[in-house]
């Protein structure tokens, strides 16, 4: 094995990244993204198609096991969310799951912090995995295209690897800051005065 060879590091750092940020949210799994397929635009080095498929293999395992989890201990994760909430509000989550369960999935995947309490709330509330898997495969396409797109406009704008990876990583942060700025405006507006 070459370690000196940057693909030996960086298939693994974008795959592995995205795992351990999707089941523990310690790391910034789109700058992860957004990183590799910098990397990948201004360099020979990795495969943009690969960092591709490998953020979104990552991102997909991850979000399995987040949503595995409770939901192979599904009573006790329904008690541990349900003891702080109405029984009509379980209700109505229930059935919103019921209607549009795959639309709920993929937007949590899109929202910054939404990923987590969707999956969570899924898993508790006994959604199928017939229906999660497909709709969580389908968030995790999206969500690596996007912050790939990120990576793919900064190494664009710049020939520097180390340039272009920090800005990839600069933009994610910028764009996961301004939506959850506009998702606090929007709770806020609807808060009963």
């Given at each position: 094995?070459?370690?000196t060879?940057?693909?030996?590091?960086?298939?693994?750092?974008?795959?592995?990244?995205?795992?351990l940020?999707?089941i523990v949210?310690?790391?910034?799994?789109?700058?992860?993204?957004?990183?590799?397929?910098a990397?990948?635009t201004?360099?020979?080095?990795?495969s943009?198609?690969?960092?591709?498929?490998?953020a979104t293999?990552g991102a997909?395992?991850?979000d399995?096991?987040?949503f595995?989890?409770?939901?192979l201990?599904?009573?006790?994760?329904f008690r541990w969310?349900s003891r702080r909430?109405p029984a009509?509000?379980?209700e109505?989550a229930?059935?919103?799951f019921a209607?549009?369960g795959?639309?709920?999935?993929?937007?949590?995947r899109?929202?910054?912090a939404?990923?987590?309490?969707?999956?969570?709330?899924?898993?508790?509330?006994?959604y199928?995995?017939r229906?999660?898997l497909?709709?969580?495969?389908?968030?995790?396409?999206?969500?690596a295209?996007a912050?790939?797109l990120?990576?793919?406009?900064?190494?664009?704008?710049?020939?520097?690897?180390?340039?272009?990876?920090l800005?990839?990583?600069?933009?994610?942060?910028?764009?996961?800051?301004?939506?959850n700025?506009?998702?606090?405006?929007?709770?806020?507006?609807?808060?009963p005065?």
């Amino acid at each position: 094995m070459n370690w000196t060879d940057p693909a030996t590091i960086g298939y693994p750092a974008v795959f592995g990244g995205v795992l351990l940020g999707s089941i523990v949210p310690v790391v910034p799994t789109g700058a992860v993204v957004g990183a590799g397929a910098a990397v990948a635009t201004t360099t020979g080095h990795l495969s943009l198609p690969l960092v591709l498929v490998l953020a979104t293999l990552g991102a997909y395992a991850g979000d399995v096991v987040t949503f595995g989890i409770p939901r192979l201990g599904s009573e006790a994760a329904f008690r541990w969310i349900s003891r702080r909430q109405p029984a009509e509000r379980l209700e109505k989550a229930r059935e919103q799951f019921a209607r549009r369960g795959w639309q709920l999935v993929v937007i949590g995947r899109l929202v910054p912090a939404g990923r987590i309490p969707v999956l969570l709330a899924a898993a508790a509330l006994g959604y199928p995995w017939r229906r999660l898997l497909p709709a969580a495969l389908v968030a995790c396409v999206l969500w690596a295209t996007a912050y790939a797109l990120l990576g793919i406009l900064s190494g664009g704008l710049f020939d520097s690897p180390l340039v272009a990876t920090l800005l990839a990583t600069v933009l994610v942060l910028l764009v996961t800051v301004l939506a959850n700025l506009i998702a606090r405006w929007r709770r806020k507006s609807k808060e009963p005065v």
